[in-house]
Structures are given as C-alpha cells and as structure tokens.
C-alpha cells in the first residue's frame, strides 16, 4: 500500500532554534500533502496544506512566518518550525492522498515528536 | 467545521460491541474513519462516500446515512487490540482535499 515517511521521528531542540520536518511520499507522487499538529490527548488539528510547486494554505490562527512549508517536488514537503518555544513541543504529523479524487484513501506518516527545552 | 464525535470515551470488556457517532451540521462528501494508539499515527480504517453505504472487514463496519450528514461506526466481539482513540475525518466537498477531524473516542478494551 501508499506509504508516507516523517522523519526524524523524534527531535529535541533548544528554544530559539529552527527545526525543520521532511514528509515523504514513498510510493506515489502527492501535488498535496497536509501537515497537523496534536497536543497530548487532543484531536489532530490541521495546520495547513501543502501544494507542491507554490503557496502553501494555511488555517485559521496558524502564523505562516513560524511554520514555514515548502512542497519542492511531488513527493516532499517539509515543515519548518523557526524560532521554537517550548509551547510549540507537538505531535506533527503529515498526510498525503493517492489518486486525483477526493474519495482516494489519505495516508498519514509516522509522525515527529518534537519537544522545545 | 468539527464533526461531533460520540460518545468521548467507552470502556467495554473484550466480546462487547461498540459504537462511535459523527455527526455534521452539513452535508458531506466523504467520510474517513481512522485509530489512533498512543504514541502512534493515525491508521486508516475505511472510508464512505455514498448515503447510505456501508461497509467493513473482520468485525469492524461503518454506516453514512442518507443524508450524508453522519457516520457510525460498528465494533463487534472487541478484541484487546481494539483499544485507541478513534477519529472520523469529514471532507466537506468534492475536490476539497482537506481532512478535518472530531475530537476523537478513547475505546478501552479489559480483558
């Protein structure tokens, strides 16, 4: 089946640093992809969307300059966290969909534990 | 925008049944069930596109009523490795993409 790899699955940083956060899709080409953040026992909270070749979209209270997206080719995207503060440590997680039709099947990764000290 | 999951938690004996409610105030285009165990991602489990589908494997099924407008899912004879928190993901259009889901139902399976 599709399958979407994060890495690194865990990272520890330092507060004021930038950490960045690869998504890939392994075994198909994804133009989008989703990226989400999940606070212990909390919903996954979708922080915005990846389109590759241009802008990422991002929601609602979600500050761009922060979480910087990049969608290079059609089977990356990352996700840069800058200047992080101990209230940004999170589950981040990304997904992708196979197929050009909104009823495909969406795959997340693993997902990356990131904790700001 | 959140679909309404319910209930937020069940606590079941293993053999027990169970079902989890989403629920949306409009009418949608898809529905993707998912669980999730702790310290994991989220796995799929299924997805329903038609009112009035329903479909599963194994023990597990799900339901979209006609409306479109909610989706529940059937758990039956738990087993032990059916504990997680469980999320419905709701597109509200075609083409839209994006995935929003509930809050989420912790399931505990005892032995």
């Known amino acids: 089946g599709a399958v979407v790899s994060q890495h690194p699955s865990w990272v520890i940083c330092k507060s004021g640093t930038s950490v960045k956060i690869e998504c890939r899709s392994l075994d198909f080409q994804a133009t989008t992809m989703f990226w989400y953040r999940q606070f212990p026992k909390q919903s996954l909270m979708l922080m915005a969307t990846s389109n590759e070749g241009s802008k990422a979209t991002y929601e609602q209270g979600v500050e761009k300059d922060k979480f910087l997206i990049n969608h290079a080719s059609l089977t990356l995207s990352t996700l840069t966290v800058t200047s992080a503060h101990p209230e940004d440590s999170s589950f981040y997680i990304c997904s992708a969909r196979t197929g050009s039709s909104s009823g495909n099947t969406i795959y997340f990764g693993e997902g990356s534990w990131l904790t700001v000290v | 925008q959140q679909p309404v999951q319910s209930p937020q938690a069940v606590i079941l004996r293993e053999g027990e049944d169970a079902v989890i409610n989403c629920s949306s105030s409009?009418?949608?285009?898809?529905v993707h069930w998912y669980r999730q165990k702790h310290g994991e991602a989220p796995v799929f489990l299924m997805i329903l596109l038609k009112g009035g589908e329903q479909k599963g494997h194994d023990k597990i099924s799900a339901s979209f009523n006609e409306k479109k407008q909610q989706s529940s899912l059937y758990l039956t004879a738990s087993q032990l490795s059916y504990s997680g928190t469980y999320f419905c993901g709701t597109v509200k259009i075609q083409g839209a993409q994006k995935l929003v889901f509930g809050q989420g139902t912790r399931l505990t399976i005892n032995p």
């Open positions: 409009k009418a949608l285009y898809s």
